[in-house]
DNA sequence: AGGGCATGGGCAT
DNA sequence: TGCCCCTGCCCTG
């Protein structure tokens, strides 16, 4: 289940596995097949995440345009490709390895105007070379929308989801219900050189860590978070529990249909 | 066996 | 704001 890091990191395990070599493209579940067929056995050119979205780029110019939503996502294997368990939407095989994918949110054929299409429509993307935080701040600082809501929103900001949005705004004490006007030029500039770092990070761990080193637990000595999310985190999924630098039970609650965590004494209004 | 839940997002209202 | 979609897993009973 992913935020923008998990995909870039499938942009490049697919690149690496399938990149300029001829795929078998197939759809066991059968919902993706019509659209298999079309490039079933062609090379794959290309695989490039922005946001949450992934692109693979296929040789006669077609992309596979992939968002897993809440529940997608992909398994790679080496040797021949086992029979599907589960629904398996799509699945990419060459001599080497296989990957299927399962439960994504889209799964389609898309051409690169469409792709560009999609990408206009999403704020930059902290992982990408060629983002403009401008034009984030520029939605940001004039909203009366909350900054917790506007880290979320895809137009604003791509690749952010519920994990980094939480931690983002623990790591720099903001109340996550002021509104996006409030927010300082400094404090904007800070959220989105931490994200950058943060989710590069993310690319290479393959999981979201966000506790400074002197918060660790070696350094406080306290148990490793235990979470199938994988990260240690300051507050995310840590209702009730203490604040990892002040003690206070962390606050939770629904906000704009999502759960939303933050330590109301360190990030006090 | 069945319900609830999840790192998401589009749509209708 | 609510409803719906997608899937797997963990908890209950």
Known sequence: MPEGHIIHRLATENREAFGGRPVRVS???????????????????????????LFL??????????????????TFGTGPA????????????N??????????????????????AVAARLGPDPLRADADPEAAWRRISGSRTT???LLMDQKVLAGVGN??????????GIDPHRAGRDL???????IWADLVALMREGVTAGRIDTVRPEHTPEAMGRPPRVDDHGGEVYVYRRAAMPCLVCGTD???EEHAARNLFWCPACQAA
């Open 57 to 74: 780029g296929f040789e006669e110019g077609a992309w596979v345009h992939v968002h897993l939503g809440l529940y997608g996502g992909f």
């Open 95 to 116: 001599e080497d390895g296989y990957a299927d994918l399962r439960g994504p949110n889209t799964c389609a054929l898309v051409t690169d105007d469409q792709k560009a």
């Open 27 to 53: 759809s066991p579940q059968g919902r993706f097949a019509d659209e298999a067929k079309v490039i079933d056995g062609q090379l794959l050119t290309g695989a490039e995440a922005t946001g949450k979205h």
């Open 163 to 172: 994990v980094y949005r939480a931690e983002v705004l623990f790591r720099h």
């Open 147 to 149: 900054v917790a809501a």
């Open 82 to 93: 086992p029979a599907p368990v589960g629904l398996v939407r799509l699945r990419l095989e």
């Open 184 to 190: 300082t030029r400094r404090e904007w500039d800070a």
């Open 250 to 252: 962390v606050r939770t």
